[in-house]
């Protein structure tokens, strides 16, 4: 059985396989633009490899973007709760929540923008 067996055998099994369908000319098109955004974000994602440093920077943008206005809420809040009669801890915890709200806001709108 020589080399001309293992021809006729592999032409037994490409005739003994389904024929291949053709993609329709729109599904083609669409791929391809897939495929082109697909290498196009890879190849940026390749420009701008990040280092260790830099992901160090980017955890401490992000820990200072949701610390500060909680530390800026508290200090706003037992301010007013001593300069005003009647209060004893409500501004302080007004201010806190706050804080926590406009550093995770914060938070969210750095890492939807950055990343």
């Known amino acids: 059985m020589g080399r001309a067996g ?4 592999h032409e037994e099994n490409e005739a003994g396989r389904e024929p291949r369908r ?5 599904d083609r098109r669409r791929l391809a633009g897939q495929v082109g955004k697909d290498v196009e974000r890879m ?3 390749e420009k701008e490899k ?3 440093l830099s992901a160090w ?3 401490g943008t992000i ?5 500060l206005p909680v530390v800026v809420g508290t200090f706003l809040g037992r301010w007013l ?15 806190i929540l706050l804080g926590v709200i406009l550093g995770a806001l914060s938070v969210y709108n750095h890492i939807r923008q950055n990343l």
């Open 63 to 67: 820990g200072l973007l949701f610390i």
């Open 81 to 95: 709760d001593q300069h005003l009669a009647g209060y004893a801890i409500h501004w302080t915890i007004t201010g």
């Open 22 to 26: 053709e993609l329709p000319e729109e």
């Open 50 to 52: 990040h280092n260790v």
């Open 43 to 45: 190849k940026k994602a």
């Open 6 to 9: 293992l021809v006729e055998d």
């Open 57 to 59: 920077l980017s955890l």
